[in-house]
């Protein structure tokens, strides 16, 4: 159902659009994260669209455990409950289960722990992971993997990403057969494959190779940005993207920072999602094109500029930079939610002069003039 067309190449990068029964992706895409259907500060979907989002992501162990799949599902899936009409995608829920879930066990079959929220027990293997997404009615799901931690040792990742190539296989197996059932949420559901490996490149190129003959409908590279440095992440890039299809999206899960955005897509990356756009906004830290600011700072007390000179976000249209350091340090949500507002359209529009440089053929000089402004100025 999905088709992807590369509009235009630069080295690697990679200008492309993705076409799904949501409508269309214009990538590369920063993938603004709503982790239980909603963006954290107080922003709605109906904000979304003044910023300039197009696609959406939540987290499905968050909504499996609250408010429950099946009760999403009653209310006509995802995009109907939180009144969003654009492409969404969901993860797995395996990373959440790794990182937040206490008491885990991992087996052959899925993995059993408790939940952060009740404690009650949960079973999550691939096909769970699977029904979950399909009664929220994703867009786009991703496959249920292991994400080893980045300081595994070698005989353990080498199992975890075999087991992870046969939890795959049951993915594609299980998703085939629920997009075929009647009462299907989104029949068109797609999926996403992930490469893991930990910073063993060589297992990392073997993983790729085998899971590129599966025919899926785009591949992430998982289980970066989680403790490796900057350098051992593009390095990995560097080694394993040219090993996933080129005719396919290229995901780089929970990525990044402006710089590490510009870096990735000179390497191939097509789709990116982060927390920090929006966490740093709920802590008064703004992005602008010369760095960071901490509205907190007492310097902004008498600035009446907005936050970036020239930005057409509801927050810098309307308010100072004074009036939003106040609310912060009032405690008023207003001033959290402008952040947020101001930091999301920052991270879209990055994404928008990116695609434009490539569309021009100067994504090399763009990439130089940006990363020298944001690391001078910050
Ligand atoms: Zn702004």
């Known amino acids: 159902m999905a088709e992807y067309k590369i509009l235009k190449t630069e080295g690697r990068a990679k200008r492309a659009e993705f076409k799904t029964v949501h409508g269309t992706v214009q990538t590369p895409v920063f993938m603004n ?8 500060g107080a922003v709605a979907t109906t904000d979304l669209k003044e910023i300039g989002t197009q696609i959406e992501l939540s987290n499905t162990y968050h909504l499996h455990v609250r408010p429950g799949d099946e009760v999403v599902k009653k209310l006509g899936g995802l995009h ?21 879930a206490s008491l885990r066990k991992i087996k052959e079959e899925g ?10 027990k949960i079973f999550m293997g691939p096909e769970e992971s699977m029904q979950i997404q399909s009664n929220l009615g994703s867009t786009i799901a991703m496959a249920f993997d292991e994400c080893p931690s980045s300081v595994a040792d070698r005989t353990y990742v080498q199992r975890s990403v075999e087991r992870t190539t046969r939890w795959l296989a049951r993915c594609k197996t299980e998703m085939a057969r629920l997009n075929s ?27 790729a190779k085998q899971i590129r003959e599966m025919d899926l409908d785009g ?32 995901y ?45 700072n007492a310097k902004y007390e008498l600035d009446d500029r907005p936050i970036e000179e020239g930005c057409q976000c509801p927050a810098c249209r309307h ?38 440089a490539i569309d021009e053929g100067r994504y090399q000089e763009f990439k130089k003039e940006r990363v020298d402004r944001y690391t001078q100025g910050a």
């Not at 009409?85 to 790794?98: A, C, E, H, N, Y």
């Not at 992930?194 to 190129?205: C, F, K, L, T």
């Not at 939003?324 to 947020?340: D, N, Q, S, Y």
């Open 319 to 356: 308010y100072s930079r004074a009036y939003i350091r106040h609310l912060l340090k009032a405690k008023e949500m207003l001033g959290m939610r402008l952040c947020v507002l101001h930091n999301l359209y920052f991270y879209n529009h990055l994404m928008e002069d990116i695609r434009d």
């Open 33 to 40: 994260v709503g982790t239980v259907a909603a963006i954290k």
């Open 181 to 207: 059932l009647e009462d299907t949420v989104n029949p068109h559901q797609l999926l996403f494959g992930i490469n893991q490996g930990a910073i063993y490149s060589d297992i990392r190129i073997e993983h």
């Open 111 to 120: 993995v059993y722990f408790q939940s952060h929220i009740d404690g009650r």
């Open 80 to 100: 109907r409950f939180m009144n969003w009409d654009r492409p969404i995608l969901t993860d797995s829920g395996g990373f959440q289960v790794f990182s937040l």
């Open 252 to 296: 780089l899960m929970g990525v990044g920072t402006p710089l590490n955005i510009l870096e990735a897509v000179d390497r191939g990356v097509d789709f990116f999602d982060c927390v920090y756009p929006s966490r740093n906004g709920r802590h008064g830290h703004v992005y602008t094109k010369d760095g960071k600011l901490n509205l907190f």
């Open 219 to 250: 591949y992430a590279v998982g289980g970066l940005a989680v403790g490796e440095t900057h350098e051992e992440m593009y390095h990995i890039l560097d080694e394993v993207v040219p090993y996933l299809p080129q005719e396919k999206p290229v």
